[in-house]
């Protein structure tokens, strides 16, 4: 239980981490100029509620020790591909949804934000995988 505890919080602090990179760096000016008004801000950058968050980052990994790593079975590709379908069953849901009833949700981001979803959740569970095979196997 241990591990499987050690295991999901390392992949939550590699979740946030590059989920933080791209956010707060190489889509920063993409999400402030096509959904800026939709957005929580403080000064020039996002300031989103933390705890609310912290949620997502809960449910994205869950997602990913509950689902995607049984079946990988510890083979890396395996890891991969059923990460980038985490992703694209969850990030599809979401930004779907936001672009059939916002009516200032644009398809660029729609798009962009997929795509990084089934990034984000298949690097995940790549890096989860490996840490599963190195320490607690």
């Known amino acids: 239980m ?13 979740v946030f981490v590059l989920d933080m990179i791209w956010l707060g760096f190489i889509a920063k000016t993409i999400y402030a100029e096509n959904i800026g008004t939709l957005l ?3 000064g020039e950058g996002m300031a989103p509620i933390w705890w609310a968050a912290a949620v997502v980052y809960v449910c ?3 997602g990913i020790i509950y689902f995607v790593l049984p079946g ?5 590709l395996q890891a991969l591909a059923g990460g980038v379908v985490l992703g694209f069953v969850t990030y599809g849901i979401y930004d ?3 672009y059939s009833i916002l009516a200032s949700w644009p398809w660029k981001i729609t798009i962009i934000d997929f795509i990084w979803g089934m990034l984000l959740c298949g690097l995940s569970s790549l890096f989860a995988v490996f840490i599963q095979n190195r320490f607690f196997s």
Do not use: D, E, P, V
Not at 2 to 14: E, N, S
Not at 72 to 76: L, M
């Open 72 to 76: 990988a079975q510890g083979n890396y």
């Open 60 to 62: 994205i990994t869950l």
């Open 40 to 42: 929580r801000t403080s």
């Open 96 to 98: 779907f949804t936001n």
């Open 2 to 14: 241990m591990k499987l505890i050690g295991l999901f919080f390392l992949t939550m602090i590699w």
